[in-house]
């Protein structure tokens, strides 16, 4: 019932930055708990980090100090990658987790976004 969708991805040089977004649409009661993955070809897919309601947040060890993820008050999700590493190539997945349809019948939700492809190469 929770359908999201990135944007942001593109080819950078390392070192460089990109600013990933993911806006969540549908009836949303709160999201809890969003978060960022990312796979690349022949791996498995991989947290990268996650920020709960309450501004908590979480970081692979590979893009700790490096990657920042943040969120707005109600349905959007940011990364924003700085010293970008030719390891972090890879489809970048938005992930969001709350409650939604209406007040009376609310009902848990886990949603995937589509994928947005990050490349960073000289």
């Known amino acids: 019932q929770v359908q999201l969708v990135e944007t942001g991805g593109g080819l950078v040089q390392p070192g460089g930055s990109l600013r990933l977004s993911c806006v969540a649409s549908g009836i949303i009661l709160r999201i809890n708990v969003m978060a960022w993955y990312r796979q690349a070809p022949g791996k498995e897919r991989e947290l990268v980090a996650s920020?709960?309601?309450?501004?908590?947040t979480n970081y692979a060890d590979s893009v700790k100090d490096r990657f920042i993820i943040s969120r707005d008050n109600y349905k959007t999700v940011y990364l924003q990658m700085n010293s970008l590493k030719p390891e972090d190539t890879a489809i970048y997945y938005c992930?969001?987790?709350?409650?939604?349809?209406?007040?009376?019948?609310?009902?848990?939700?886990?949603?995937w976004g589509q994928g947005t492809q990050v490349t960073v190469s000289s």
């Open positions: 992930n969001m987790q709350g409650r939604s349809g209406g007040l009376i019948n609310g009902r848990d939700f886990d949603s």
């Open positions: 920020i709960t309601s309450g501004g908590n």
